[in-house]
Nanobody, 122 residues
Framework: QVQLVESGGGLVQAGGSLRLSCAAS????????MGWFRQAPGKEREFVAA???????YYADSVKGRFTISRDNAKITVYLQMNSLKPEDTAVYYC????????????????WGQGTQVTVSS
């Protein structure tokens, strides 16, 4: 069983930065693939970024070059550094976990956090 708790969301102006954290519990965390997803009002949940146990990463085209996903297995935490934020990045951001390999489909992730709100003002 894996439990996930996100933090770090907030209100930021366009062009600004935020770092989201996802604290996980569970002794098998280091082997899990971790993903970040987001959901804006009236839209479907969409893939943002993912990282596997050896820190191989994958990004959605919309965030490539602006967002960076990383993990610290000793701290059992996954991060999402978000730079050059745009109003269209406004959404609730969710952390998710699954056994390998990395996938981008939300329905294939087994564990989810409660989400953290990110609002980017223009």
């Amino acid at each position: 069983q894996v439990q996930l708790v996100e933090s770090g969301g907030g209100l930021v102006q366009a062009g600004g930065s935020l770092r989201l954290s996802c604290a996980a519990s569970g002794r098998t965390f280091s082997t899990y693939a971790m993903g970040w997803f987001r959901q804006a009002p009236g839209k479907e949940r969409e893939f943002v970024a993912a990282i596997n146990w050896s820190s191989i990463t994958y990004y959605a085209d919309s965030v490539k070059g602006r967002f960076t996903i990383s993990r610290d297995n000793a701290k059992i935490t996954v991060y999402l550094q978000m730079n050059s934020l745009k109003p269209e990045d406004t959404a609730v951001y969710y952390c998710a976990a699954r056994k390998p390999p990395i996938v981008t489909q939300a329905t294939l992730y087994d564990y989810w956090g409660q989400g953290t709100q990110v609002t980017v003002s223009s």
